[in-house]
């Protein structure tokens, strides 16, 4: 029916709207500090503290304002209930990993500009952050396209690896063959494609959570566009603690 070929659209257009923004917000959890970010240092909290909390509100922000607009547009467009609720923990799970590469480039390329707020990070990682958001994006929406592409398309996509050339076509006849897998098996197809998808994104927001608060215990410089740039406003106690 017509949800069958809506929901799979709209996945890929809320994905694209979350690559925009949950990197961007992350990385400016950091610079938006700015001249305050002695407030963090008289707390007694730690670089994983810090890096987790300011990850989690990054995070849940955007996913709550774009699960209410999907839940609006699956009402209009008769979703079922099983695709409102694969759609919003595979996009809980896909985002995460969004963030937490947003919040590691903060520690790195964060600028504070207080004559222009909306400039929170150097050009050179704004691009990276760009790159790196739509790289992860491509790759842990395999497993997720393996779910949303039906089984019997199978046929349709092994054909176009045998004439697609090089690595293009070897990457669509195996693609082929596992949704003919997914015709047969359908549940431990969608099963196994869940828990590889949800797997990769947890692996690689616990890689950036934890090398992000590694650079906010050693200290990250935000370049303040004022008199004086490129000021460290972590500073390392003895104990791992920022007071």
């Known amino acids: 029916g017509f949800s069958d070929i809506s929901w799979p659209i709209a996945q890929?257009?809320?994905?694209?709207?979350?690559?925009m923004f949950n990197g961007q917000l992350a990385a400016s959890?950091?610079?938006?500090?700015g001249f305050s970010m002695w407030v963090l240092r008289t707390l007694p909290l730690s670089g994983r503290d810090i890096a987790l909390g300011k990850l989690w509100i990054s995070?849940?922000?955007?996913?709550i304002i774009l699960t209410v607009l999907e839940c609006i547009a699956g009402i209009f467009l008769g979703w079922t209930w099983?695709?409102?609720?694969?759609?919003?923990?595979?996009?809980a799970g896909i985002t995460v990993g969004i963030s937490a590469i947003g919040l590691w480039i903060g520690t790195i390329g964060a600028r504070f500009n207080p004559s222009n707020p909306q400039q929170r990070?150097?050009?050179?990682?704004?691009?990276?952050?760009?790159?790196?958001?739509?790289v992860y994006l491509i790759i842990i929406t395999i497993p997720y396209a393996l779910m949303l592409v039906p089984g019997e398309a199978a046929a349709l996509v092994a054909e176009g690896?045998?004439?697609a050339p090089g690595l293009i076509g070897l990457f669509l006849s195996l693609f082929g063959m596992l949704l003919s897998w997914k015709a047969s098996y359908p549940i431990l197809v969608v099963g196994?494609?869940?828990?590889?998808?949800?797997?990769?994104s947890a692996g690689i927001a616990w890689l950036f959570l934890y090398i992000s608060a590694?650079?906010?215990?050693?200290?990250?410089?935000?370049?303040i566009v004022s008199g004086t740039s490129g000021q460290s406003v972590f500073k390392r106690k003895p104990k791992g603690s920022l007071y």
Not at 126 to 133: F, G, R, V, Y
Not at 192 to 200: H, I, K, N, P, S
């Open 121 to 134: 990070l150097t050009f050179g990682t704004s691009i990276i952050l760009l790159l790196l958001s739509y």
């Open 82 to 91: 099983w695709q409102f609720i694969i759609g919003i923990v595979v996009k």
């Open 59 to 63: 995070w849940l922000l955007p996913f």
């Open 12 to 19: 890929g257009v809320f994905l694209f709207i979350y690559a």
């Open 192 to 200: 196994l494609g869940l828990v590889l998808m949800l797997a990769l």
């Open 161 to 163: 690896g045998r004439e």
């Open 29 to 33: 959890a950091i610079s938006r500090e």
């Open 214 to 223: 590694e650079r906010i215990n050693r200290g990250v410089t935000i370049d």
